[in-house]
């Protein structure tokens, strides 16, 4: 962003409900790692958070992402696997812990967001309202 001379300003993720509750967000632009055929969408964990808040406050939500991330085989997100990551991932940071040896941990790694939170989907051949739009172009 800062490259490209577009203003920003770095927050933890935890911070997002506040700046919306305080009308600072304009849009959401978000990735996507897999993207079906009904447009539900598999990113990072905390995607489908920001998806909801946008929603919530009646913020436009884009999905950023090339052609190629496109899974048409697929019908609907729940289709999509989403992996578990290794609970030390939570347990310690940096090899410190910050909980005791063993706790239940869940660490899922991507979450899934249904396409009836997204505006658009942008993509390198422009954007569009839906993946309708893009199927015939994805071939």
Do not use: W
């Not at 800062?2 to 990735?31: C, H, K, R, W």
């Amino acid at each position: 962003m800062e490259q490209a001379g577009i203003p920003f300003t770095l927050i933890t993720d935890n911070m997002a409900g506040y700046l919306f509750s305080q009308e600072m967000v304009d849009l959401v632009i978000v990735g996507a790692d897999r993207i079906v055929s009904n447009g539900d969408f598999a990113n990072k964990i905390g995607t489908y958070t920001m998806a909801v808040l946008a929603s919530h406050h009646h913020r436009p939500f884009y999905v950023a992402a090339p052609i190629s991330t496109f899974d048409l085989k697929l019908r609907e997100g729940k289709e999509i696997p989403v992996e578990m990551r290794d609970p030390e991932e939570v347990r310690s940071i940096n090899g410190h812990p910050v909980s005791r040896p063993g706790v239940p941990v869940l660490n899922p790694s991507f979450d899934v967001t249904p396409h009836t939170l997204v505006t658009g989907y942008i993509t390198e051949l422009g954007v569009f309202e839906n993946v309708q739009e893009i199927q015939g172009l994805a071939g």
